[in-house]
């Protein structure tokens, strides 16, 4: 049976992550479906537009931008609509330009696209390209380009049900120096990495990420994929109920 593929982001159907995916997914199967925002959805998370009327904006055959919809609409609309009566198998979101690491993915747009397809019954993987925010040299995508697709057909071979959806980062550094896979965990940060950042505009500010909480365990996603240069594979669980937490209060929560 072929595979059928679906993709989304959250940078924008115009992004150049996108083509990157897209070209990962081809290499799999000519089954190939776009469902992207018409524009950049950076952390949106899995937000929904409701009550509000969306539209698709069709950019070629199977490729379709939703205008105004964030990552999470894409998959629901591709998913339930525009697939007509057969669904993905798979859904891929990305490549993003940035890394997603930490407790990021409660709020990337990206990891949301894959939630999403694991909670409508497809195996969903979200990609990300890292990048140096702090030097600011832009995105160099060869090792996405390179070991997507190794990455995407290993998950598939070993991945078990929909119940789990995979955030996968690739490492910058030179090609020849990525070292290989490993599966971690993701790392939880001692606070919030969002802030109140003052702008040069009088009354203004923004929300954003000025430092990175300490400390950082070695052993999870953000340090293995800065200091090992690996690929990082997070395998994340839909169900989100702490049952140790479930069993010491059942029966102790009384009114």
Request: glycine letters at 12%; proline letters at 6%.
């Amino acid at each position: 049976m072929s595979l059928r593929v679906l993709i989304t982001n959250d940078d924008g159907i115009d992004a150049p992550g996108l083509e990157v995916i897209r070209q990962i997914a081809l290499g799999l199967t000519e089954d190939v479906w776009v469902v992207a925002p018409d524009g950049n959805q950076s952390g949106a998370g899995h937000r929904f537009t409701l009550g509000r009327e969306l539209s698709f904006d069709q950019r070629g055959p199977q490729t379709f931008a939703v205008v105004g919809g964030s990552p999470a609409d894409c998959v629901v609309a591709g998913y339930t609509h525009l697939l007509g009566g057969k669904a993905p198998d798979l859904v891929l979101s990305g490549v993003n330009q940035g890394q997603n690491l930490g407790d990021l993915i409660n709020c990337s747009g990206t990891v949301a696209g894959a939630r999403e397809a694991a909670l409508q019954g497809a195996l969903g993987i979200g990609m990300s390209q890292s990048i140096d925010f702090q030097r600011g040299h832009g995105v160099d995508w060869t090792n996405s380009i390179r070991h997507g697709l190794s990455v995407v057909r290993t998950i598939l071979a070993q991945a078990q049900g929909h119940a789990v959806y995979y955030n996968v980062n690739f490492p910058n550094c030179p090609p020849d120096d990525v070292a290989g896979i490993q599966v971690v965990p993701h790392q939880r940060f001692s606070r919030s990495v969002f802030r109140y950042y003052p702008s040069d505009n009088a009354g203004k500010f923004f929300i954003a990420i000025p430092e990175t909480p300490l400390p950082l365990d070695p052993a999870h996603d953000f340090e293995v994929l800065r200091r090992d240069g690996a690929i990082t594979v997070t395998p994340l669980a839909l169900a989100q109920t702490d049952m140790s937490t479930l069993a010491r209060l059942q029966g102790k929560l009384t009114l």
